[in-house]
């Protein structure tokens, strides 16, 4: 019980910890231009990491890069 108590807090504490270091880009509807950093990314054929935080949010990710942002497809 403990055990998997202290396993789920360590997770989230190294989870908030790589999201603390990725660059928020912020949403993707609300760019004008693709930054640098993930025309730079695809220039190196990475496969970002997607992460869906609902039905209409994902989130993108790519902790090579130390990048993050969200992209809303509800619009
Ligand atoms: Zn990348």
Same mark, same amino acid.
């Given at each position: 019980m403990? @055990?998997? @108590?202290?396993n789920? /807090? +360590?997770?989230?504490? !190294? &989870?908030?910890?790589? /999201? =603390?270091?990725? +660059?928020?880009? *912020?949403? =993707?509807? #609300?760019?004008? +231009?693709?930054? @640098?950093?993930?025309? =730079?990314? &695809?220039? /190196?054929?990475?496969?970002? &990491? !997607?992460?869906?935080? *609902? ?6 990710r790519? !902790?090579?890069? *130390?990048?993050?942002?969200?992209? @809303?497809? #509800?619009?």
């Open positions: 403990f @055990d998997s @108590d202290f789920l /807090r +360590k997770q989230f504490y !190294e &989870e908030s910890k790589t /999201r =603390a270091q990725l +660059k928020d880009l *912020g949403y =993707a509807n #609300s760019w004008t +231009k693709i930054p @640098d950093i993930v025309k =730079a990314c &695809e220039a /190196r054929r990475h496969i970002p &990491e !997607e992460i869906s935080w *609902g039905r209409c949010l994902t989130e993108y790519c !902790e090579a890069c *130390g990048y993050r942002y969200l992209v @809303d497809s #509800s619009g």
